[in-house]
């Protein structure tokens, strides 16, 4: 396929079966696409979708058409990759209420409300991906 592309997911590594930690992450190739999904949260239909390449940036798919305004909820659920300032400049122009995962803070931990807070965001966008 011309258009697929190889990319990387990094992963934290899980604990072994008898406990200890591995000494690195995991860092998987992948070939292929993205899918990017709006649905509407009444009906749970799929309203708008993108499709992209594997190695695609997925912070501008959100100003690329993909929100509906006809859907009849105003919330936004998104990984972090969706988090920039641009999107979060247009979902505010829009109109649109963002639940949007918050990245940690670099080389600091998390603040433990906004762990709680992604963990409420994922439950909503658990039933989307699977």
Do not use: C
Not at 35 to 59: E, L, M, P
């Amino acid at each position: 396929d011309r258009h697929a592309r190889w990319t990387l997911k990094f992963m934290k590594a899980k604990r072994q079966d008898d406990g200890t930690m591995p000494s690195s992450d995991l860092a998987i190739p992948f070939f292929g696409y993205k899918s990017h999904v709006s649905i509407d949260q009444k009906f749970r239909f799929i309203g708008k979708w993108k499709t992209t390449n594997a190695a695609a940036s997925d912070d501008a798919r959100l100003r690329e058409g993909l929100l509906d305004k006809t859907n009849i909820a105003s919330g936004v659920w998104a990984d972090t990759a969706y988090r920039s300032k641009a999107n979060e400049d247009f979902m505010e122009k829009q109109d649109f209420v963002s639940k949007v995962h918050r990245k940690k803070p670099h080389l600091k931990p998390m603040h433990r409300h906004i762990q709680r807070s992604n963990a409420g965001k994922s439950v909503i966008r658990s039933r989307v991906e699977h």
